[in-house]
Structures are given as C-alpha cells and as structure tokens.
Antibody
Framework: QVQLIESGGGVVQPGGSLRLSCVAS????????MHWVRQAPGKGLEWVTF????????YYADSVKGRFTISRDNSKNTLYLQMNSLRVDDSAMYYC???????????WGEGTTVTVSS | QSALTQPASVSGSPGQSITISCTGT?????????VSWYQQHPGKAPKLMIS???NRPSGVSNRFSGSKSGNTASLTISGLQAEDEGDYYC??????????FGGGTKLTVL
C-alpha cells in the first residue's frame, strides 16, 4: 500500500541541527513532488517546503527560508529535510506529504516530532 | 504568507448539513482552482477530503463537497455523522509558488 514513514525527530537545543527522513513505498516516488508540513502542539497546519519530482524546483515558507533545506534521493525513495539554526518555535510534528495533481497533498506520513528546547 | 481565514468552530446535529468557509486573497484562493480540504482526527495525520476545489478523492464519502466563489472557498458536509467530528483545514497554492493553510475549524457533532 501507499505509505510514507518519517524519522529523525528528537530533542535539540536552540541553534542546533536535525535531519528528517521520509521513506516512500507503494508508488513511483520519482514521479511526484513532495512536501513537508508541520504542526506545533495544539496549533494548525503550516506548510514548510516543496520539492518537484526531479528536484528542479524547490520552494520554502518564509519562516524557514535560509535555515531549512529540502532534498530527495529518488534512487532510495527518500525525502529529506535538513534543519539548521533551530528555534524554539520550530518545535512541531513534521509530516511529509505526496503532491497530487499539481496542488494537493494526497498521502501523508504519521509524522515525526521535533522539540527544540534548552 | 498570511494564513487563510476559517471559523474557529462549527457544530451541527447528526443528519444536518454544515458549511465551513475559507477566505483568502486574489493571490491564493482567488487565483487558481487549487483549494484542497483536509480532515484531521486527534493524534492522526491529515486526510485529503477535497482536491482542486470540488474533486472528491476515491474513498471519500459523497456527503463531502467543495465550492469556491471569488476569494472564498467552502466545504459542505451533508448528513452529518459522529465520525465527521474533527478538525478541518483548507489549503491553497499561492502566486508566490508556496502553499498556505487555513487556521483550522473544529467540527463538533452534537
């Protein structure tokens, strides 16, 4: 079945770094754009970043631009999110999601939790 | 990148219909047929309920429908059922090549 599994979350101090991974299965990963979306505890969804199927286009939310880097390895069916200069307000559940028909997110992982705290 | 505007909460009785609005601008909701709607139950990942303003993915009940007029999109749920209770989010692609979500609406089935 179509599945996305995130990993790499954890507790990190402000200013620190983490790399999240998202392994895809059940569909042809190299054919689809991918998103990262986050949700702070008790808050709403916030779009973070998107990478086109071949990595040719990458977009970021202003809140993470210059600090986060999205990438993908189509040979490993894996999406990544490198997070640097982490801040307390980056604490959230981070979901990867598969892009569908240009604008939509039709498959979501269960998420991985990032906590930024001293 | 201001969030789209949704009501914080809506409620309805089983069998009734409710509508959740999602207001943006001419740079997002009004610019493209790119509004999608997501349902989220507590502790769970979001689930796509409506894509491209009006399209229902396979497996989603036909009690869910979407529409758009100008800069405002709407999600209507007819024949409310207890299982529909949860949080609902709209999202839109923007002219800045980004995506923006609404603040979320908590649906309570009375």
């Amino acid at each position: 079945q179509v599945q996305l599994i995130e990993s790499g979350g954890g507790v990190v101090q402000p200013g620190g770094s983490l790399r999240l991974s998202c392994v895809a299965s059940g569909f042809t990963f190299r054919n689809y754009g991918m998103h990262w979306v986050r949700q702070a505890p008790g808050k709403g969804l916030e779009w973070v970043t998107f990478v086109r199927y071949d990595g040719s286009d990458i977009y970021y939310a202003d809140s993470v631009k210059g600090r986060f880097t999205i990438s993908r390895d189509n040979s490993k069916n894996t999406l990544y999110l490198q997070m640097n200069s982490l801040r307390v307000d980056d604490s959230a559940m981070y979901y990867c999601a598969k892009n569908f028909n240009y604008y939509n997110m039709d498959v979501w992982g269960e998420g991985t939790t990032v906590t930024v705290s001293s | 990148q201001s969030a789209l505007t949704q009501p914080a909460s809506v409620s309805g009785s089983p069998g009734q219909s409710i509508t959740i609005s999602c207001t943006g601008t001419s740079s997002d909701v009004g610019a493209y047929r790119s509004v999608s709607w997501y349902q989220q139950h507590p502790g769970k990942a979001p689930k796509l309920m409506i894509s491209d303003v009006t399209n229902r993915p396979s497996g989603v009940s036909n009690r869910f429908s979407g529409s758009k007029s100008g800069n405002t999109a709407s999600l209507t749920i007819s024949g409310l059922q207890a299982e529909d209770e949860g949080d609902y989010y709209c999202a839109s692609y923007t002219s800045s090549n980004t995506w923006v979500f609404g603040g979320g609406t908590k649906l309570t089935v009375l």
